[in-house]
Structures are given as C-alpha cells and as structure tokens.
C-alpha cells in the first residue's frame, strides 16, 4: 500500500514537472565573459521572466577568445543559442554562415529603428533588413590626467579642443631622463589599442580625406590626406617626441599607472579607469582639426536572433530581443556596464548630456563613423604594421601608407568572394 | 536453449584449441585496441581530414568547395609565409645548438657536484614547470623601457643608451628565443644526466690509469657514449622549436608575432589563419607544410645521427 502511494506521489511529481515545462518556453541567450555584462544580462533576464512568466531565459557564456569559433560551430551543428550577441562587424560572416534570421519587419519596423537608435545602426542593415539590435553603443573620447596637468601648468578643466593644442599640452606634459628617454608620456601611441580607430575614422576625415568607399570595400586613404594622417600620428614621436609607440607596454597601462598625460580610449575603458585613486582624470571629446570639424568611431556589440528558433521560441526570441533593446534595458545597462544606450531618446537626456564623464562620450555618438569591417584583426594588424614600418623600420610615411592601402584592399577583396 | 548451448560449445572450443601464444596476443591486442582506436579517431583521422580541408576553402560558415592546389599556390605567393619560414628556421638553427650547448655544460658540471646537487637540479628544472604564458609576461616586462623595464633600468645605470628589444625588428626574434631556451634547459639537463649516470663508471677509471687528459675523455668517452641521449634531444627540441607557439603569442599578445611579423612562426600563421580569419582551408594548407617540414627534418636527423 504504501508502495503505491510512493508511485502515484513521483507521477503525480512527473506529471506537474511536465506540465509546467510544456507552459514555460525556454530560449538561450549567448555573450562572452565580462564581469560586469554578465551582471547586467541578469537583471534583465530577471526582469523580463517576471514581467513574461511564460518564458524562461538561460544565459551562457564563454570567453571572447573562442567566442566566435565557438557560436559557429554550435549553430551549424543546430544546437547553441536562440538569441546571440555578435559584434557588428562579424554581421557578413554570420549572415554568409546562416546562423542569424533577419529581423521580421512586423516586430522590428526598420523606420522606428531609422527613427529611434543612433544612425550607425544601420551597421545591422543589409538591403532593407535588420539582422540585430544593440543595447548600448561605445565611442572614443580623450582621456586626461588632472594632476600632470596641474604640474605642467596647464589648467586642468581646459583640456584641449583641437590637435594644435592637444600637440602644445603633450610637448608640456612630456618627462625625460638625462639621455633623452620618455619617463612619462604626454600622448600615448598605441595602435594597437584604439589609435588605429582614431587614425582611420578621425584623422583621416579631419585631414580632408575618407578611408573607404563602397560601404568601406574600397580603401581610399591612400591620398594626401591619409598621408597627412599618417604623418601627424608618427609626428608625435618622431618629431615631438611626446609620447613612444610600446612605452609601459600598453598606452591603458600608460595612463593607469600616472605616466602618460593623455590617451584616447573608449567607454569600455571606464570600469578599468573608475578605479583609479593616485590621481584625478577627466574626459574630453576627441579633438577637433583647425577648421573645427570633428569625427569619432563608434562601435557595438548588437543582439540578433539565430536561424535555430523556430516557432514559439522565436516569438520567445522576439520578446526578449525586444526588452533587451528598450529604453529600460538600456538605462540599466549603462549603470552597470558604463556602455551607453543605443537609443537617442534613452541616451540624449539632459543629465547625460552634462555628465562630466558620459557627455563627450555622447556628443561623439552624434558625428561618429562605423567602419563596417571585413576581418577586423587583420584590418587592425595593416594599420599596426604601417605604423610600426615608419617608427621601427624607418620607412616614408608615403611608401608605408601604399603598401597599408594595398595589403588592405587584399583582405578586402577576399572577403567579397 | 539450444542455440545458446551450441553458442556456449564453439566459443568454449574456440578458447581452448587456441595456444598461450596465440591468447595472449589476443589479449596484448585487445588491450592495444583502445589507445589504438582512441589515436585513429582523435590523432590520425584529423590529420587525414586535414589534407582534404587543404584543398578546399573552407571558412566555418560557408561550406567547403573544392579548390584544387588555390591554397599552396597562394601560400607560396605570399611574401608573409616566407618571412615566417624564415623565421621558424631561425628559431631552429639558432634554439637548438644553443640550448643543448648550455644544458650539457650544466650537466656536465652537475654530474660532478655533490653539494646540493638535488637542489641545483631542482632549480634548474623549476623554469620547466612553469607555464609559458605566465613566463612570457614576466619577460615581457623585463624588456620594457625605462622606467619600468629591469634590463634597461640596469643599461641605463651603466649609461649604455637603452634598446628596443621587443620593438626592434632585429632584436625582437632573439628576445623572444631567449625565455624559450631557458624554459627547455630544466629538461635537457635531466636527460643529460641520465645519460651521463649512464656510461659506466669502469670506461672512465680505464682512461684515467691509462692517462688520459679530460678533453681526451670528454671527446672519446663521454661524447660518443650520450650520442643516443643527443639524437633525442636534438630530435626533441627541434621539433619543440619549429612548434614554438606560446611563448611568441603571450611575450607580444597585442601584435602577436609582431612588430612587423619579425618574430612569427609557422604555428602563429595558422592559428591566425584559422582561428582569427576563419580561413580554415588556407591553414590547413599551411599545416600539411609544416607537417611535411617536422616529418623531413626528423627524418633526415634520424638518419644523420643513427649509429653505423
């Protein structure tokens, strides 16, 4: 008798679990490892299940070195995730792969997002589709030291506004040992950070020129304004002597550790920068050429929806796409990841706008340019190798920035293929 | 009932009309099986999977195409695997002699010290156990520039104007050799003494009686008697050093293989190749060269160093 008390309690048991897993649909969300993403992701998984009890979100992640290996090789394998972070600029490759749907025009009316996001979403457009949504969007600004400006003499709530005088504050920040060796920086040089960005999106526009044409299949920096570029860039070593290309290993490490007076970095640096307590820093908007034009590069990580839901799932996919896209999400994930909403209306309020330290991150957003990448690794090794062939190789800015457009344009055109 | 007697009766009959011989080979063979089946699955079916990839173009998301010889003509037109080529050889020729030349020094020595031998022998292996990632950020900082790089703060402190090390394209390869070699030296130098404990004690009181100085003993005895310890280390280390992958990535992981590809080998080409272009049927092309350079150069030291 008790035996089959027992029985009928664990079907009973069976019975409810079955139910209840046949009521609620599950979906998997994907991003790589990042402390504070991973954070931020939960709480909106745990805001959306409440407001949505139907649906339940599973979050995974894994580091950003196998990431996108990984992504691939689980969707083609039909497995993996329903909804994916991606990088903007891996969009082609997940296109070409089939692992991403474009969005249904139903749900996600491309004139709302025209309307509402900043313009450089149409980074996830191709022909009339969208292929994903960001969160939060990132951009450049530059950072500045307070105290070495105080102990150069320069005033440190004027930071400077154009090249000229970003040149003059480096020349004054700059310390040297008795041979003539940088022991602090006043500019870093780092391509291999987000001066390669600053060079391509910035420099080159301010110097009269476009890097690329043909949504950025053909390089077109190979002019005299790319040149200019170029020259201004290796200049600040080469002929102001401000700053060194490998000092303290990496320009971020430069400013962290108090010995570079200004670098220029993104949002992401944020987090890494908070914690900062031997001195004070502030944020300027990158620097505007003589005639005053400014330019900035702006960047995300946008969430898309893969080709393995199907039917209730996608419509699962579809909602939770849609909360992790809305102005409430956004504003939670700027409190806790410090990247700012993609959204105009979320991101453009007044108390951003005069935030010492968000602000000229936002008017960046305003004038920035995406670079719509076709293997951003090797792109960013061309602008790496370019640079390192005038400062180490001792080449002409002119022949160095030939051989860049020429070993781009390659990489370029292998990927149309 | 039946069936499963007359089952019952063959095997049993098959079992016992069989040797010893013959069941312990069946029994050698069925334990050999599992490692076997294990390399076959997850050692040589890749490789073969490996030539056929290489004359596809294969990128992970789009479906493999065959292509014919595209890749190895593309390889061998790019100016970027022949610095590379150059670079691994130079690893090679330049890693190999003089880590071994270090390491039977040590061991020589070694050999004869009583004090603290354990001690020392520890020491000298500790860097062997050390990962190479952690050991090539060490380095890397080593060689940084003033203020903060020790190998220039001590230039600097004798007024010997400061080098570039990793930011030279002349400097960056030796720079970066140099942490490897001293990373393998732990274990060369253990198989050294083996070999060296190995040569009977009698050899050597015969030579000292006859008179022998120690050069003679060293070139005629000593020398002669490791050649089988050297065909494995060189054999060994050769193969470590045309492989050589952690150390170049992690000394300069912002531009690994950098500046200006001066220090990149073979390996890093592939797994840039592959892992950060997704160009997979291109590196597997590259991975069949670098197959066939390792089956070559071991073959040929082999042969170069085998006994008569």
């Not at chain 1, 490759?93 to 749900?107: H, Q």
């Not at chain 2, 003089?98 to 010290?113: H, K, T």
Request: no cysteine.
């Amino acid at each position: 008798m008790r035996f089959r008390h027992l029985i009928a309690s664990v079907a009973l048991g069976v019975a409810t679990l079955a139910a209840s897993g046949a009521r609620a649909v599950e979906i998997e969300y994907w991003q790589y490892v990042f402390d504070t993403r991973v954070k931020a992701m939960n709480q909106l998984i745990a805001k959306f299940q409440e407001a949505n009890p139907d649906i339940k979100v599973k979050q995974t992640t894994f580091p950003y070195a196998d990431y996108q290996t990984k992504v691939a090789a689980s969707i083609l394998a039909g497995q993996g995730p329903d909804v994916v972070q991606l990088f903007y600029g891996w969009t082609d490759n997940f296109i070409a792969g089939k692992m991403i749907r474009p969005l249904r025009a139903e749900a996600f009316p491309a004139a709302d997002i025209e309307r509402d996001f900043f313009p450089i979403v149409s980074a996830m457009k191709r022909g009339n589709d969208y292929y994903g949504l960001p969160t939060a969007v990132r951009s450049l600004a530059l950072f500045y030291n307070k105290k070495a400006f105080k102990d150069a003499g320069l005033d440190p709530n004027n930071p400077p506004k154009t090249l000229e005088e970003l040149i003059a504050a480096a020349e004054k920040t700059t310390k040297r040992d008795g041979s003539g060796n940088i022991t602090s920086a006043g500019m870093t040089l780092d391509m291999t950070g987000q001066d390669h960005q600053w060079w391509r999106e910035v420099l080159i526009r301010q110097f009269g020129g476009t890097p690329y044409t043909e949504n950025d299949t053909k390089v077109t920096y190979n002019d005299e304004a790319g040149l200019k570029a170029l020259t201004f860039y290796t200049d600040l070593q080469k002929k102001h002597k401000v700053g060194q290309a490998g000092f303290m290993d990496e320009g971020q490490a430069a400013f962290r550790a108090g010995l570079a007076a200004m670098t220029i970095d993104g949002t992401f640096r944020l987090g890494s920068f908070g914690t900062i307590k031997s001195f004070e820093w502030g944020v300027t908007e990158l620097p505007a050429n003589a005639q005053g034009v400014r330019s900035n590069y702006a960047s995300y990580f946008a969430n898309a929806i893969t080709t393995k839901a199907e039917g209730e799932k996608l419509a699962a996919a579809e909602k939770f796409l849609a909360y992790v896209s809305s102005p409430e999400a956004m504003n939670i994930w700027m409190e806790v990841v410090g990247e700012l909403p993609a959204r105009r209306t979320a991101a453009l309020t007044p108390e951003n706008i005069a935030h010492p330290i968000y602000g000229p991150f936002l008017k960046g957003l305003e004038y920035a340019h995406t670079t719509l990448f076709k293997d951003e690794l090797a792109q960013r090794q061309v602008a790496i190798d370019m640079v390192n062939r005038v400062l180490i190789g001792n080449e002409e800015p002119k022949a160095s920035l030939a051989k860049a457009a020429e070993a781009e344009q390659a990489i370029l055109d292998r990927a149309k293929r | 009932m039946s069936v499963v007697a007359h089952r019952e009766a063959t095997t049993g009959g098959f079992w016992s009309r069989t040797s010893l011989g013959q069941k312990q080979l069946i029994w050698a063979w069925g334990f050999l099986a599992v490692p076997l089946l294990f390399y076959v699955v997850i050692r040589f079916w890749p490789t073969f999977q490996a030539f056929y990839l290489s004359v596809t173009d294969w990128t992970i998301t789009k479906p493999a195409e065959f292509v014919g010889l595209e890749n190895y003509k593309r390889l061998f037109a790019d100016p970027l695997f022949w610095q590379v080529f150059r670079n691994t050889f130079v690893y090679l020729i330049l890693g190999t002699p003089i880590s071994l030349m270090i390491s039977f020094i040590v061991a020589y020595y070694l050999d004869r010290v009583r004090f603290m031998h354990t001690f020392i022998r520890a020491l000298y292996f500790l860097p062997f156990l050390t990962t190479a990632a952690a050991m090539a950020w060490v380095w890397r900082w080593f060689y940084q520039p003033v203020p903060i790089g020790v190998i220039n703060d001590v230039l600097a402190g004798f007024g010997i104007p400061q080098q570039p090390f990793l930011r030279s394209t002349t400097q960056a390869l030796p720079a970066v050799l140099a942490p490897a070699v001293w990373a393998g030296l732990g274990f060369q130098i253990i198989i050294f003494l083996a070999g060296l404990r190995a040569i009977p004690v009698t050899y050597y009181e015969a030579a000292r009686i006859d008179g022998l100085s120690e050069g003679a003993i060293l070139r005629k005895i000593t020398l002669p008697l490791l050649k089988p310890t050297l065909v494995f280390l060189v054999v060994f280390s050769s193969i470590g050093f045309l492989r050589i992958f952690d150390q170049v990535y992690n000394i300069n992981t912002n531009d690994p293989g950098g500046p200006l590809n001066s220090t990149k080998p073979l390996v890093l080409m592939i797994y840039q190749t592959a892992f950060s272009s997704y160009e997979m049927g291109y590196a597997a092309a590259q991975t069949v060269v670098l197959f066939l350079i390792l089956l070559v150069i071991s073959l040929v030291q082999l042969r170069l160093m085998r006994d008569r």
